[in-house]
């Protein structure tokens, strides 16, 4: 009977155990750029292969989030408002700039 009771006290800790390893399929923790008039803020972001950054819209002017070199190439609508979102799937650095005001610039590393 105690023998008993310590394996399943045993199974019970190694169920908890794997139950807090992440899930082998999770997506990689994603970041958010915020911009204003006329900046990208933060202008370096870096995630892993498979995260989503998201571009928060919060100035007055309408801007857009455009690739103008990279291992991929996007571009979003203009927008005032809102918020706009990309899952980045290649590896690489990215140089993104909104084709509006070509003076407002960022980069973007998938590592
Ligand atoms: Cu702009």
């Not at 958010?32 to 995260?51: E, L, M």
């Not at 990309?86 to 960022?106: D, E, F, N, W």
Request: charged share 15%; net charge positive.
């Amino acid at each position: 009977m105690h023998a008993r009771k310590l394996i399943a006290a045993a199974a019970a800790a190694g169920a908890l155990a794997l139950a807090a390893l992440p899930a082998a399929d999770a997506a990689p923790k994603g970041k958010s750029v915020v911009i204003r008039d006329n900046r990208f803020a933060p202008t370096s972001v870096s995630v892993a292969k498979g995260a989503t950054v998201t571009w928060a819209w919060r100035g007055k002017a309408a801007h857009n989030v455009h690739v103008s070199s990279g291992p991929a190439r996007f571009t979003s609508p203009n927008k005032v408002s809102g918020s706009w979102s990309r899952r980045l799937t290649k590896k690489g650095s990215y140089a993104i700039v909104c084709t509006i005001h070509p003076g407002m610039k960022m980069s973007l590393t998938v590592k």
